[in-house]
């Protein structure tokens, strides 16, 4: 089997799939429709075998040209869920129990922290015909951005999504937990991580309003927020009871509408692409050749364009290795190597391959 007829190598990942360089991180590609395709890595070309050098003079030259291999690229496959709705807090705020409520999601719901490990998914229906979907995110805690806990797992996720619906606990059965400074918190982290997150648009959804003391907690917290300078006067605040359904059907209203103002959000490094298709090439400049001098004194040639010509020289044959040479003098690699001090006799490398410089 040949290169040209072998199958193409075509991994499958799931939809909100992120291609990375695992080198240096850079973002080559976002796969978020269905039947996207991103080519990263191309085959090599085919070499030429003697007939392709065949002229009038030299019927029969002794030349051949081997095949160029193949890219080669580490990458990183990183999944980031697709909702347009991410519900973000501190554990244990009614995350789960809202997206139970207004979804067919059966998410893990209990009375103590971190009962959400992964993200869940609900599709949210309106009777106006308008759906979208939520997700409830792993509850959050301060350092999240840093790493603390599962932070960076679970805040890679709200980047997707276009509204934020930020929830936070009016039940006040936690007298040292203060609604106010939790919604500084998480917004604090989610700006470490990323400062565009806190550009798309948020509801703060105080949660709990069923409970005794929570009327009375929320008017502090709004009174704390109005005195705050870096909050907007216009900041939306909906609260809700997911046990009595208070306040959840204009919540969902108003996060349709929002979700009609506002268009997807291109991740970091990302150009907005509207293609199915596109191809990675991921040496933008080939390098045509470097020159460095080892501690044993040879001549070490590197760089993309140099090393491509040689892997495709076949140097069993000598006008093979006559042809390289000339396209070396072609390139000026002869008259860089005299300026940098090669002499005649000099031992010249590229990759494993050693030769003796002629002027």
Do not use: C
């Not at 039947?35 to 030349?63: H, K």
């Not at 997150?197 to 009327?215: G, N, S, Y």
């Not at 809700?240 to 979700?259: F, H, K, V, Y």
């Not at 199915?276 to 760089?303: M, N, Q």
């Amino acid at each position: 089997m040949t290169g040209k007829s072998s199958d193409d190598l075509i991994i499958k990942v799931p939809q909100g799939t992120t291609i990375t360089e695992a080198e240096t991180g850079r973002v080559i590609g976002d796969l978020t429709e269905q039947g996207q395709r991103l080519v990263v890595a191309q085959g090599g070309r085919g070499g030429r075998g003697n007939m392709r050098f065949a002229s009038s003079t030299n019927p029969a030259p002794e030349i051949a040209e081997n095949g160029e291999p193949g890219e080669e690229l580490d990458i990183a496959l990183e999944l980031k869920v697709l909702a347009d709705v991410g519900l973000v807090g501190f554990p244990s705020v009614g995350k789960s129990t809202l997206l139970s409520v207004v979804t067919a999601a059966k998410p893990k719901v209990a009375a103590y922290h971190f009962t959400t490990l992964v993200p869940n998914l609900g599709m949210v229906r309106l009777e106006d015909g308008r759906d979208f979907v939520m997700a409830d995110l792993p509850g959050l805690i301060e350092g999240a951005s840093q790493g603390v806990g599962l932070g960076i797992q679970f805040l890679r996720h709200v980047e997707r999504t276009r509204v934020i619906l930020h929830m936070i606990d009016m039940s006040g059965i936690d007298p040292e937990e203060d609604p106010y400074e939790n919604f500084l918190k998480i917004n604090n982290e989610l700006a470490e991580y990323d400062p565009a997150l806190l550009e798309r648009p948020q509801i703060i959804v105080p949660t709990k309003m069923d409970m005794p003391d929570a009327e009375e907690t929320l008017a502090t917290f709004k009174e704390k927020l109005a005195a705050d300078p870096n909050v907007p006067d216009d900041v939306e605040i909906m609260p809700i009871s997911s046990l009595t359904r208070q306040g959840l059907e204009p919540l969902m209203q108003r996060t349709a509408d929002l979700l009609d103002e506002t268009p997807a959000f291109i991740p970091k490094g990302m150009e907005p692409d509207d293609t199915e298709s596109a191809l990675y090439e991921f040496s933008e400049e080939r390098t045509p050749f470097e020159i460095d001098r080892d501690e044993d004194g040879v001549w070490v040639l590197y760089g993309d364009e140099i090393e491509r010509l040689f892997k495709r020289t076949n140097t069993n044959y000598t006008e093979s290795m006559m042809r390289f040479a000339r396209q070396l003098r072609f390139m000026g690699v002869d008259e860089a190597l005299r300026d940098a001090g090669a002499r005649g006799g000099d031992t010249v490398q590229i990759l494993d391959f050693q030769f003796e410089f002629e002027e």
